[in-house]
């Protein structure tokens, strides 16, 4: 499951993580938070953004690790997950 935000708070961004996992019944077990920073005035292009992936854990969602910075100053960073985060 992914979790998409450009206008949306990352806080708000979390509880919809936490309600999709937690509130699922154990049949979605996974999912991957997108966060992109709002444009500024002038600017045109995205300045930053990251993902961070959670899992549920014992009926609890949880972050696993920290987020990894995908936008920087304009520059896009790659980013991989293993196939035991997915």
């Not at 206008?7 to 154990?26: Q, T």
């Amino acid at each position: 499951m992914f979790e998409f935000g450009y206008a949306e708070p990352y806080e708000d961004l979390k509880d919809d993580v936490k309600l999709l996992l937690e509130g699922s019944g154990g049949k979605i077990s996974k999912a991957i938070i997108i966060k992109i920073e709002l444009l500024r005035e002038g600017e045109t292009e995205v300045q930053s953004g990251f993902v961070e992936m959670w899992h549920l854990s014992e009926g609890e969602a949880k972050k696993d690790g920290g987020r990894k910075v995908i936008f920087h100053n304009n520059a896009i960073s790659g980013f991989t997950f293993s196939n035991s985060q997915i």
